[in-house]
């Protein structure tokens, strides 16, 4: 009798032992609201710094590209012995090439700028222009007009500067005055009491106000 009971309880410990393992690795309700809610807490408070991170990195190669194009459409221009232009059509910046026997221009490329960068004044050569009948060139010679682009990126101007062989060059603020880009020696007195900006020399002998990148 003794026996058959010993064996009897070798079973049962045998049989309980997985059912309380089970319960010593079951969560219970209360600890899955609180692991739940936890997880939420961490998610709200990445969430934002993941989107501004991926938004910034969009911001970046959107206007890595925007500055490229020049400098592309100058190298097109010389490739194809065509003349190319640039010009901001609706939210796209355009490259396409214009023959000089007056059929339609030909796209080469678009980048679409769509509310990142929105395009907002223009200069060409010097000349302050509106986006929409702005249109800068490259020729195949290898030389280029000069001018740039001023886009409102989250409300804040950034501008885009073209040199006349294509190179480029993003500065924060709005585009250079191109009334007050640069000033002769004679000039000098008018345009510190017109404007008070500081003035330095140039190795052409001409002023440039203080708002100009060098």
């Known amino acids: ?6 064996q009897l309880d070798i079973v049962t410990t045998a049989v309980s032992r997985p059912a309380c393992a089970r319960r010593n ?3 219970t309700l209360m600890e899955m609201v609180v692991i739940t809610a936890i997880l939420m807490v961490l998610a709200a408070a990445v969430a934002p710094r993941v989107i501004a991170y991926e938004r910034s990195r969009q911001v970046k190669q ?3 590209n925007v500055a490229r194009l020049p400098q592309e459409a100058v190298i097109e221009s010389i490739k194809s012995q065509i003349p190319v232009q640039l010009q901001i059509q609706g939210t796209q910046l355009v490259m396409e090439h ?3 026997d007056g059929s339609q221009p030909d796209v080469v490329k678009t980048i679409e700028l769509d509310d990142t960068l929105d395009a ?3 200069k060409l050569n010097n000349t302050n222009t509106d986006t929409a009948s702005w249109a800068w060139s490259a020729y195949p010679d290898g030389t280029a007009d000069t001018g740039g682009l001023q886009f409102s990126e989250d409300n804040q101007p950034k501008s885009l ?3 006349s062989d294509g190179s480029s060059t993003w500065i924060s603020g709005a585009l250079p005055d191109a009334s007050l880009d640069q000033w002769t020696v004679g000039q000098l007195s008018q345009l510190t009491q017109s404007t008070g900006s500081t003035t330095r020399a140039t190795a052409g002998g001409s002023f440039s106000t203080g708002a100009r990148t060098p």
Request: charged share 10%; no cysteine; proline share 5%.
């Open 98 to 100: 214009v023959p000089t």
């Open 161 to 163: 500067q073209i040199a």
């Open 62 to 64: 959107l206007e890595a």
């Open 25 to 27: 690795h079951a969560f």
């Open 1 to 6: 009798m003794l026996e058959h009971i010993q």
């Open 120 to 122: 907002t004044n223009a």
